[in-house]
């Protein structure tokens, strides 16, 4: 016989699988982003606030992947901001998932439905920041390195780029 004070038959137990809505990881996502961004995904039907303010915490991680510190994110999004090779519309999906993550955990920021609404859509923006930061330099780099050595250095050396 058991030690448990309660009825329970832990054997039998039946436990419902966890789906969600919110979309996969983007294939080039790094592990430790995936990480939390997986988490958010189980938890964003039970609770959109814990989803939104892990996928915050991916963002700032994903900002050391992109060549920031990740100390402070704010501080990174506008230094991503300076670099030409994010956008505007990058800069505005981070920074809309920076202030809804951050929200969600400051109270009377943002209403909980006003949260809710959005949840989903805060993943497919973190996809996009690993797809235009991460996937589609590595295929241009590709890409540009598969050109015939002589052209391509003509080409750095004209640009000033041959350093």
């Known amino acids: 016989m058991s030690d ?9 137990r039946l436990v419902d699988p966890i789906l969600s809505d919110a979309p996969p990881a983007a294939a080039d996502m790094p592990e430790d982003v995936k990480a939390d961004y997986e988490e958010a995904r189980l938890v964003v039907n039970h609770s959109t606030r814990a989803a939104a303010a892990l996928l915050r915490l991916a963002l700032q991680k994903l900002c050391r992947h992109l060549g920031e510190p990740g ?22 999906a981070a920074d809309t998932l920076r202030i809804i993550g951050n929200n969600a955990v400051h109270p009377g920021e943002m209403n909980g439905e006003d949260i809710d609404n959005v949840a989903n859509g805060l993943f497919e923006l973190l996809n996009l920041i690993v797809t235009a930061g991460i996937t589609e330099p590595r295929k241009w780099d590709a890409m540009y390195e598969a050109l015939p050595e002589k052209p391509r250095k003509a080409a750095e050396k004209k640009d000033g780029r041959d350093k």
């Open 71 to 92: 100390e402070h994110i704010d501080t990174d999004i506008r230094s991503l901001a300076k670099k030409p090779e994010f956008g505007e519309r990058l800069i505005r």
């Open 4 to 12: 448990r004070k309660d009825n329970y038959n832990y054997n039998l």
